[in-house]
């Protein structure tokens, strides 16, 4: 079972952020926006409808406990949202993965529009997997993004990993990138 378990830290700091698994009341507009603002969710399946969102809030903030490896990036100066950062275990309903068993650790990342541009996936992803990567056994690491997804291309090429082949899912071509754990140990 060990095999299968993510990153246990509750908060993981960085030089400007700090990667929370608590979501806080004051998240409540940045989280919408993230869900609703059809730039941020272009590839990621179009913008939802607020209503939808908003009751997801609600039921994430009611719960006590919040998943593991799903973490809201903060600044850590202001606290304010930034975005999300989840490294949690790919599903083997769908395509893409790369050992035979899958459920493999998968990185994934969402910033609001006004925090592109500022190296701040980058900053939060890397200090994620520098994290797991104390923690965990060696192990390869997904990432799954739309092939037409050039800044997140980009981004995993950045953080090391190597795109490895693509797979069509849900009506547009995914390319899988994959890189080791131990690769983020320092
Ligand atoms: C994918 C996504 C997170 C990339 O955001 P991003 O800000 O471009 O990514 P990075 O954190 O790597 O930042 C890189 C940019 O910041 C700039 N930058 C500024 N200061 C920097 C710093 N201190 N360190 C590094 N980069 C810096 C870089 O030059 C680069 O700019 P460029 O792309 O114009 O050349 C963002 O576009 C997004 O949230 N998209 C919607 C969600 C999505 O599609 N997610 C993918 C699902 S897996």
């Not at 990567?133 to 192990?139: G, I, K, N, T, V």
């Not at 090429?157 to 849900?170: D, K, Q, V, W, Y």
Request: glycine share 8%.
């Amino acid at each position: 079972m060990s095999q299968l378990r993510t990153l246990s830290a509750t908060e993981v700091p960085s030089e400007r952020l700090l990667l929370r698994r608590a979501l806080h009341d004051a998240d409540r507009e940045g989280f919408i926006e993230l869900y609703t603002d059809p730039e941020v969710q272009a590839y990621l399946g179009g913008p939802q409808p607020r209503s939808d969102v908003e009751q997801r809030f609600d039921a994430a903030i009611a719960s006590a406990t919040s998943r593991p490896g799903n973490y809201v990036i903060a600044d850590n100066t202001t606290n304010r949202l930034v975005g999300t950062l989840m490294l949690t275990r790919r599903s083997t309903d769908g395509p893409g993965y790369v050992t035979e068993d899958g459920e493999e650790l998968e990185l994934g990342y969402v910033l609001r529009r006004s925090a592109w541009g500022a190296g701040f996936a980058l900053e939060a992803a890397t200090a994620t997997l520098r994290a797991a990567a104390d923690e965990l056994p060696d192990q390869p690491v997904l990432l799954v993004t739309q092939t037409a997804n050039k800044r997140s291309l980009k981004l995993a090429a950045r953080l090391g990993f190597c795109p490895i082949g693509t797979f069509e899912e849900f009506g547009a071509e995914q390319t899988l990138c994959t890189a080791p754990l131990a690769k983020f140990k320092i």
